[in-house]
């Protein structure tokens, strides 16, 4: 059995794993499964249809699983699934998804949303993320792997960040930000290339030049975004982190951060 504190409330439709502990009020709903390892502060709120894999630690007052803030949602049984070994801090919010926009809201592993930040409806965060205090994502926001938001942030619906990009405190992100770059602003603008985050995670000498050079190519030169894309394939295509760059540029709805 798992390790429940007498004081919280835990639905018996709940799927607990025997390892799992759950603090003093904590209130865990009937269709919550949660993996093993996982650690339940008091007083959070865990409802809705929500999965939470091995190893998360969910903190004090932190709310996962709400019905999304969306006025257009009608009670419909979505969800909200969350990986391994993310830590959940204080009043941090993350909302199940809307039928209009897949159904389900993702989180991968290894994340950190520090307090008060929020996930809003049917976005998709990747691994190895930094939500910093207060940093807020509209709905149907994606985020790829290894972002870091700084406090203070705010990301448009509909918008998505690259990986390895580093949005700069107090940034109100309206557009999709490139993979590598550095945003900050209101309204965000680029501001050079994360080298320092991909130094960290293992990029080489090489890598790091082709990331400048694309860098200058996309957004210091005066050709046209097709035109800059075209000269990179033809010269920099097939290597991994230029063709994740491209691709990225390629899918883009909402237009980038120049």
Known sequence: MAQVHPTAVVHPGAQLHETVEVGPFAVIGPKVKIGAGTRVGPHAVIEGRTTLGERN??????SLGAAPQDLKYAGEDTELVIGDENQIR?????????????????????????????????CVVGNGCILANSAALGGHVVVEDHVIFSGLTAVHQFTRVGKHAFVAGGTMVVMDVPPYCMAQGDRAELVGLNTVGL?????????????????????RSKLQIAEAVARLKAEMGGHAEIDHLLDFISQSKRGLTR
């Open 90 to 122: 204080e009043f941090t919010t993350l909302h199940i998804g809307t039928a209009g926009g897949g159904g389900a809201t993702r989180v991968g592993h290894r994340n950190l949303f520090m307090a008060n930040s929020h996930v809003a409806h049917d």
């Open 57 to 62: 630690r969910v903190f004090q007052f932190s």
């Open 199 to 219: 130094e960290r995670h293992g990029f080489t000498e090489e890598q790091i030049g082709r990331i400048k050079e694309a860098y200058k190519v996309l957004f």
